[in-house]
């Protein structure tokens, strides 16, 4: 039987939601970092191959016209 009326319980509670609620703003922001990181990474390479494309599209023209 609780001595304090249950307070003790009430208070383990409420620190508990908070405890959770800071844990779920941590994944929240992790996770929108790693969107903005993922973006950054697929806009590299987006640009990174159309410059790798231009490059080698000049060396592979003599070549175009050959099909096996």
């Known amino acids: 039987m609780s001595l304090d009326g249950g307070g003790a319980r009430v208070r383990s509670f409420i620190l508990r939601s908070a405890q959770q609620e800071e844990a779920l703003h941590r994944i ?21 191959s159309k410059s790798l ?11 175009a016209g050959c099909h096996r």
Do not use: D, E
Not at 33 to 44: A, D, M, N, P, T
Not at 53 to 63: D, G, Q, T
């Open 28 to 48: 929240w922001y992790a996770l929108r970092r790693w969107r903005l990181v993922s973006r950054r990474i697929v806009l590299f390479l987006t640009t990174a």
């Open 53 to 63: 494309i231009s490059r080698v599209r000049p060396l592979l023209a003599p070549y």
